[in-house]
């Protein structure tokens, strides 16, 4: 995936702008959701086998709906729909913008085909370049405010364009690689699973610093964390195939009752995704069928399966806010201080107490994602989590898979979303689903910080989602 | 739609096969299938919108299957399957096959693409014109038996094609049309309908001749038919908008109670694809939409509607034996007698009367279907109905719309299926479905007979369905 | 269960109307109901475990509403409706009667109590038997026509009061007996099954003679029927195990599409009722869980089991018409006249030649059911069906289990509801249903006859259903 | 209700058991489930409609299995079961004792008949006053720990007893009172609504005292609450009338899109149990139908429609943790110190800082109910919610309605499920609900409590569900 450093105007005033680095960070975007659809076959772009996934075509277009709907026709004097029918069409869910098709109809639809998606994208393409390549007096602030909103939404998209397709070929009988070449990731093995202790306190959570984040990232606040473990790398295949062994998809008492009802419901025995095959476990992955690799992070597994795991080795799901302070005193940490060191109020450098009441602030801002430790990050191009490195923990925090957590998706103290309809973007869904974190395998890179809040329905198994347990003090 | 003579060797030994003639009819009809898809995008082939519309490129899979299956793996040795997976996938029903692929995933399957399903045609053919073009010591009688079933089968497919893609694009909000170059059919006005007297008593039913059929159109058997009125032509448009604008949607005493059931869990207000925009109607076509001609017959209606209408007018739907035995009539009398001579036992020359039962034996072969009177079959190349022509009655008989009989569809006296898998092709469906006659315009000419007995749920509304009326004599 | 002789006025004048003894009918019909209910504690007059079975308090009010809607609120001045809201709550489906209390929540109403539907049921008895004790100037001929109406529906729901009862029943695990004190009836052994052969040809069916029928039993009219074969007994218990043991439930071959769908959807692995206790087959019954008798009557089956059965040991169902043709020559013929001579146009002396058709009339209206031989209508006393009689057949046919036949419920010729609201008794429901004939052991003998059509879905078990077989001559 | 003091022995010795308090307390409480079905007729303990609302026999009777499964089975050698088939009947949800009848399947059973019932609870009663009257040395504090859950257990199901029977007469178009002799409540007017603000900071929440809570109030734990303003008052009729006159139902752009697809799935126009009758609001209540009073609280509302409500106002609901501290504040402030003292780290007296991390500690439990201020707890003899005082605020935290809150029903950090079947009383619950704190008026005075946490899924509105304003500091 191509990464390119975001800009970093943060749209205070409308001079300025940056526009060319603006333009070339557009492109850049644009073309990795293209390139991710190079090894689909026209067919592939069509098919919806499940409300939850989408079709790439409708990816393509609905991206370049929302810059078509939110920029152009709102900025750009002049600007002809490329087809008013369009509006309805590719709009997800913004009520305020009006109808919309239905989601679990996006599969009916052969036409606009997929050439004619890629012209609407071309057409899209050549307004947006001609706005930013023309620095008349425009409300930039608004504008650039916008196109930053646009860009990583359509990465959120290049994630879904990867997660659905793997949805859609799964059901099919052939079991269609979206791609034959890649590589196989290397065999464990994996390290021993260490508890790091953490003393929480009071620290400040949510986004700071100058680089992006969605308004459900804010505003950054202060919490009070009891004293907490965190394990120091996700659970593997080979441990949750323990759990399998020992009876876990059939003994109630290790599960939530919503989840007990939905392993009834859908006889769930094994993550999504596992196949049983002459007496082995395989596993549908990008490439195909793989056999099961037990020292690989276990993957796929909805919000009940992580919690029934949880509670069948004695454990806990982390919050998201252990997770954050865990994920940050990584980051933001000048050293590698090992386990002993992690957080607290009398610890770690990077943490000033606060005379009144004893806060810690995380202020300093995360390093760039390339700079992250611990091989977080290493995984693209495998297109799947990989083996945890060797390394001091935590480890595995980002781009492996998304972490659940014992935390709802609510509004933070003092969060408004947006006026409008972006406003409908993240606020309307703080119901009903639960918060994951980290990013995984196929999120792109410089779409992960650890302030990211992804957030899914309990049942929900699609996505790349993975499990690290926490506990609490002995 | 190429239109060739049917070989007519009746399979009674092994020798003598005719097999050029059948060769050619086999390449015949399975171009004819291709041609159909000639307007069709590559993401047209791959919609399934409902689960009784298969995708384009199922059917074309298919029926491919079907030779391979019941001829190829059977009778020619040493063939190898072209994909083995195809065994189960494009198995439509037959269990005693072995497992299927479920018919409402059928669009979830952008693999193998339509590509691969050509190249599996191309196989296919290649085979099966190897094994025709051999006349080594086979049992033919047996191989063309089947061959004869798989090519009748392919034009009810080809007849699913159209019907389906109609449906599959009817939900498209784009309304995109399979083909924008057809012509307009000419308007009316319409012919005043007449009522048409039947003497009915003992009549034979059921197909006979030399001819293919169907097993559910045997055996040949007797019934006794009341005195009936038989309308010389099909409802139209017009006549059913009066019906609506009466209220009929909304009156429960004219509706079967399963039929009002439908009208309210559906919302029914109106035939299938017809759309009030702008305060007029119009009606979506293969064409796109048009603006509802009042002349032409209606279409795309259910029993339970065709049942409402007929009450609301005071008569009542033909049985398909009166169907049956007013079309034989209409095209085995010798000259065009008219109204006043139609049927009955002291009636049309063509009718002997049996000494001891006064039994009419209709026994005479109904002639080519190229030679039937009062333009029928005159519709080929508008791919709808049309307005009917003013001559003798009835008219409209084959080849407008499917006509809703009053008649369950269920096995006739005798009815014995066909040992094997193939014995599931059409008597396990006799439960809870009505028969429909006549064929529709999108029905291969060659595939019409008055003996046909099409069959759907009373519910069902996306097949080309229209309404003869008829009664009691007063 | 009272008898009492039908009154014979056929109302076709408003003279001499016998009030008295419709009088006496009355009381007697009314007083039936409530005797079957002694046995009930309150509770049991409440519940509705499916949407089928209607809670006995439902039934006894709805037959009430019945008398008040169509004769007191017609026929006499100045009636006060005993609660205005009833009209409501007890209409059953008569659309033209205005709305009703929806079917599936009918277990919902805790209110009116049992001892205030006793209240109305006085009322309206109060009222009716003043109407029928002033022999004043009436419109006499309709008011008798209806209150016949009434009764034969009230007995209608006598039979559903007792197989309502025991589906509600059966589903808790208590399985609470209706009735302990039933006995037991007796055991086999069960005759062997013969084949009686019939020749069929041109009969008349459908009612005929004074005695009242359903508008659905008419008009009488001509059929043609093929030689057929026909059971002499019904099929047992033991002999559908064989069919069970034989992997009948796991077969599709055996199945009609739709049943198959059932078997698999509901999970269907014997009749309804049977449950398999410590390595035995047992039933419950109104008395209670019985051990499974194997000469007794298979019971409570649907329509696609007894298709399956009928394909599994190579024969079918009967037609309507046939198993009407040979009740009726079991019941007419002056003499017991054995196999050799059931039916057949040279036949029984019972049927007059037609010169013209050769169509015999049966026109000897049948006898009265206490005078039927081989046995039926013995089961009065025991709720179930019980061991066939070892008389010459065919024996059981009426009041064991309704019999499946392979006809669909559809209007006979010439068919014409009753105009108004009490033409939605029968004639709205002639879609999707089949005919069921014979009468069941818990039907009330006065109300059985030869050309009663009962009519069910095909997935329906919950009634008193067995199976007959009937056959092609060899 | 029956108010005793509540036996204060905490369970940690087996001596000295106090168990002639333990014993008048049971009777006290067994006697008041009785004392609500008084009003009953026999069919109203029947009957079931809708899954989340069980017949009141259920309920008599599962509270009696509770006591008969977790202590006479346990601790009273040689208890013989009243019927051992009850243990599966009435088991509610506990898998680790067993199977459970189906809960959308309880108004199935008209068996144990409710006099049956009744011997169940007398059996059960006898035993439990027998083994409470007998002071030998047994596990004391065990059996009293599990005893004084029963007792709160039962009278949680005191209250669904109550709004199970209003939800289910609801549905009666008889719409039958419970009593009619209920008072009606005095009318308004209603003091205006003022915003009290709270300075937040460090405090604890959860369970304290030496009083009973459930295992999910604790453990007691610290939290950081940002500022935030609390309504004075519940939100009335009125006004939340006027958010439905303002389109509230019909705008989308007010709801969580998991609310928006429930107004659009069941229609929702107004809260449960709203009917418009001739132009007017009317209200159906345990009285029967009343006329919509605008000064009283609204009632029976889903989250959703809270949040919506609290959108449209440009407010919010309060966290669970704000509203406990408000209520906590309300009640353990020693004087009443109106608003502009309410809580805040320089605040109430009842407050001490904590020196290192100036933590409040809310330590002095609050005073008994029967002692709290501002009209609390008046309500008892309504069965509805009732106008505010005209006192200082907060008013109607306690006993009014369940006060929806923005908390997702998780685990308190710390949360352990207490071993074995009981452990699923609580914890198997949080996920997918909401929190509500306040109790409602039909809920048993000495069953609420500051700390109490009931939960309900968001589109539940059967319970005595309102709402109360909180909001940001401007």
Same mark, same amino acid.
């Given at each position: 995936?191509?990464?390119?450093?975001?800009?970093?105007?943060?749209?205070?005033?409308?001079?300025?702008?940056?526009?060319?680095?603006?333009?070339?960070?557009?492109?850049?975007?644009?073309?990795?959701?293209?390139?991710?659809?190079?090894?689909?076959?026209?067919?592939?772009?069509?098919?919806?086998?499940?409300?939850?996934?989408?079709?790439?075509?409708?990816?393509?277009?609905?991206?370049?709906?929302?810059?078509?709907?939110?920029?152009? #026709?709102?900025?750009?004097?002049?600007?002809?729909?490329?087809?008013?029918?369009?509006?309805?069409?590719?709009?997800?869910?913004?009520?305020?913008?009006?109808?919309?098709?239905?989601?679990?109809?996006?599969?009916?639809?052969?036409?606009?085909?997929?050439?004619?998606?890629?012209?609407?994208?071309?057409?899209?393409?050549?307004?947006?370049?001609?706005?930013?390549?023309?620095?008349?007096?425009?409300?930039?602030?608004?504008?650039?405010?916008?196109?930053?909103?646009?860009?990583?939404?359509?990465?959120?998209?290049?994630?879904?364009?990867?997660?659905?397709?793997?949805?859609?070929?799964?059901?099919?009988?052939?079991?269609?690689?979206?791609? %034959?070449?890649?590589?196989?990731?290397?065999?464990?093995?994996?390290?021993?699973?260490?508890?790091?202790?953490?003393?929480?306190?009071? %620290?400040?959570?949510?986004?700071?610093?100058?680089?992006?984040?969605?308004?459900?990232?804010?505003?950054?606040?202060?919490?009070?964390? #009891?004293?907490?473990?965190?394990?120091?790398?996700?659970?593997?295949?080979?441990?949750?195939?323990?759990?399998?062994?020992?009876?876990?998809?059939?003994?109630?008492?290790?599960?939530?009752?919503?989840?007990?009802?939905?392993?009834?419901?859908?006889?769930?025995?094994?993550?999504?995704?596992?196949?049983?095959?002459?007496?082995?476990?395989?596993? =549908?992955?990008?490439?195909?069928?793989?056999?099961?690799?037990?020292?690989?992070?276990? /993957?796929?597994?909805?919000?009940?399966?992580?919690?029934?795991?949880?509670?069948?080795?004695?454990?806990?799901?982390?919050?998201?806010?252990?997770?954050?302070?865990?994920?940050?005193?990584?980051?933001?940490?000048?050293?590698?201080?090992?386990?002993?060191?992690?957080?607290?109020?009398?610890?770690?450098?990077?943490?000033?107490?606060?005379?009144?009441?004893?806060?810690?602030?995380?202020?300093?801002?995360?390093?760039?994602?390339?700079?992250?430790?611990?091989?977080?990050?290493?995984?693209?191009? =495998?297109?799947?989590? %990989?083996?945890?490195?060797?390394?001091?923990?935590?480890?595995?925090?980002?781009?492996?898979?998304?972490?659940?957590?014992?935390?709802?998706?609510?509004?933070?103290?003092?969060?408004?979303?947006?006026?409008?309809?972006?406003?409908?973007?993240?606020?309307?869904?703080?119901?009903?689903?639960?918060?994951?974190?980290?990013?995984? /395998?196929?999120?792109?890179?410089?779409?992960?910080?650890?302030?990211?809040?992804?957030?899914?329905?309990?049942?929900?198994?699609?996505?790349?989602?993975?499990?690290?347990?926490?506990?609490?003090?002995?």
């Amino acid at each position: 995936m191509t990464r390119l450093p975001s800009p970093r105007h943060r749209f205070e005033t409308d001079e300025d702008p940056a526009l060319p680095a603006w333009a070339a960070r557009y492109r850049a975007v644009r073309l990795d959701s293209e390139r991710l659809c190079l090894p689909l076959c026209i067919e592939d772009f069509v098919i919806q086998t499940t409300d939850e996934a989408s079709p790439a075509k409708w990816h393509l277009a609905h991206v370049s709906w929302f810059f078509e709907t939110f920029i152009l #026709n709102e900025y750009l004097p002049g600007y002809a729909c490329y087809d008013k029918r369009y509006r309805m069409l590719f709009n997800s869910y913004y009520e305020q913008i009006g109808e919309f098709h239905p989601r679990p109809a996006r599969g009916f639809l052969s036409r606009p085909t997929v050439d004619e998606v890629y012209r609407y994208r071309t057409h899209v393409d050549q307004h947006m370049l001609a706005l930013l390549d023309d620095p008349r007096d425009r409300p930039w602030h608004e504008i650039l405010e916008r196109l930053e909103i646009g860009l990583h939404h359509e990465q959120q998209h290049q994630e879904l364009l990867l997660t659905d397709i793997k949805r859609n070929f799964s059901v099919n009988p052939l079991r269609p690689a979206y791609r %034959v070449d890649l590589p196989t990731p290397p065999v464990g093995p994996r390290p021993a699973l260490e508890w790091l202790d953490y003393e929480g306190g009071l %620290v400040d959570t949510g986004h700071h610093g100058p680089g992006f984040c969605f308004d459900n990232e804010l505003p950054r606040h202060r919490v009070f964390l #009891n004293p907490f473990r965190f394990a120091s790398r996700l659970v593997t295949n080979g441990e949750y195939l323990a759990f399998m062994e020992a009876g876990g998809y059939r003994n109630p008492a290790l599960w939530l009752s919503d989840g007990w009802a939905q392993v009834q419901k859908h006889g769930w025995r094994s993550p999504l995704y596992w196949e049983r095959i002459g007496g082995e476990w395989w596993q =549908y992955t990008l490439a195909g069928l793989r056999r099961l690799a037990p020292d690989e992070p276990v /993957c796929h597994i909805s919000h009940y399966e992580a919690e029934a795991y949880a509670s069948w080795v004695g454990r806990r799901l982390p919050t998201e806010d252990e997770w954050e302070h865990a994920a940050c005193a990584s980051l933001c940490s000048p050293t590698d201080e090992g386990v002993a060191d992690h957080g607290g109020s009398g610890g770690a450098g990077a943490e000033r107490g606060d005379t009144d009441l004893g806060v810690r602030h995380d202020d300093e801002e995360p390093p760039p994602a390339a700079a992250w430790p611990n091989g977080n990050l290493r995984n693209s191009g =495998y297109l799947q989590p %990989v083996v945890a490195p060797a390394a001091a923990g935590p480890v595995q925090l980002f781009g492996d898979v998304w972490e659940h957590t014992r935390s709802a998706y609510l509004p933070y103290p003092g969060f408004r979303p947006a006026a409008g309809a972006l406003g409908e973007y993240n606020g309307k869904f703080m119901s009903g689903q639960m918060v994951l974190r980290g990013g995984s /395998c196929v999120t792109p890179d410089d779409h992960i910080r650890p302030s990211y809040r992804n957030f899914f329905y309990p049942h929900e198994r699609w996505q790349f989602q993975g499990l690290r347990l926490a506990g609490d003090p002995d």
